[in-house]
């Protein structure tokens, strides 16, 4: 499956409606977004915990009200520095909230990742916020809530019962836990549905070892169409992607060769 990483951010401005609209529009299996809280305790979309990046802004997001993020440009700095896809629509877009983005998404079919982030200790005020919005959602059997905050998944299983989690994990964990074993009894003492691991530790084994143990893996974050082959050939289940037009084609592509015939 393609899922598309903050929407379709290779062509439109990251976490916005502007970049989840397009992900639909080219055929995407899937969405993936970051949704922190604001200064109200509103959960909004947005992956930076600061508004330098996007908005040229010194605020972090938590020192901000959810209403006001809704009039700040997040938009206009992707024309900027892509000028040949800038589109006059993304000088418009805003922060948008988590219930923004599942209202825009309730016609969607694909799966939804939701990656709460936290820059506090405690990530347990984000989780009760999320879990309400996603409970009341029509589209919480479709919705994958994963954290590099580990401490969410048990949380999100006891405020969200029924919903699927996954766990994440980065490049940057100490040694003895990119060993395989390690990571997959992590993912299993936490109650984790799936696995989502960086590129670099989706060895052939680790993938192998987790489809054994009945985790599906998705790998973050790629974009180069040999990926295509490689997920098949280790049976991965979903690639997030930041240009999923470009890999959906890729796959097509594949698809059409023909494949060689096994000996009888």
């Known amino acids: ?12 401005p990251e976490n916005t409606l502007a970049a989840f609209r397009r992900a639909v529009e080219c055929g995407s299996d899937g969405i993936e977004f970051d949704v922190q809280l604001a200064a109200d305790g509103v959960p909004v979309v947005i992956h930076d915990f600061t508004l330098d990046r996007t908005a040229g802004r010194p605020e972090s997001v938590s020192e901000l009200g959810s209403e006001e993020l809704s009039r700040i ?26 219930c923004e983005t599942l209202d825009l998404l309730s ?12 820059g506090g200790p405690d990530i347990l005020p984000l989780c009760t916020a999320a879990a309400e919005i996603i409970n009341a959602s029509s589209l919480k059997t479709q919705i994958i809530v994963k954290s590099f905050r580990l401490a969410a998944i048990p949380a999100i299983r006891l405020l969200c019962p029924g919903v699927t ?10 040694n003895i836990l990119r ?16 696995l989502s691991l960086h590129r670099s530790l989706a060895t052939i084994e680790l993938v192998a070892e987790a489809r054994g143990t009945g985790f599906p893996v998705l790998v973050w974050t790629v974009d180069e169409p040999d990926w295509i082959r490689r997920a098949v050939d280790s049976e991965i289940y979903a690639l997030i992607v930041n240009d999923p037009r470009k890999m959906m084609e890729a796959r097509r592509d594949l698809s059409s060769v023909p494949q060689p015939r096994t000996p009888e």
């Not at 499956?1 to 439109?12: D, E, F, K, N, P």
């Not at 989690?165 to 100490?174: H, R, V, W, Y």
């Not at 060993?179 to 799936?194: D, F, P, R, T, V």
């Open 73 to 98: 440009d997040v938009g206009s700095w992707f024309n900027r520095e892509n000028p040949e896809v800038a589109d006059p629509e993304f000088e418009k877009q805003t922060v948008p909230t988590l």
């Open 107 to 118: 016609a969607f079919d694909g799966r939804i990742y939701v990656e709460l982030k936290s």
């Open 165 to 174: 989690t996954a766990a994440l994990f980065e490049p940057g964990i100490d």
């Open 179 to 194: 060993q395989s074993e390690h990571i997959l009894a992590i993912a299993a003492e936490l109650g984790a549905n799936e």
């Open 1 to 12: 499956m393609i899922i598309a990483h903050r929407g379709s951010s290779a062509t439109s």
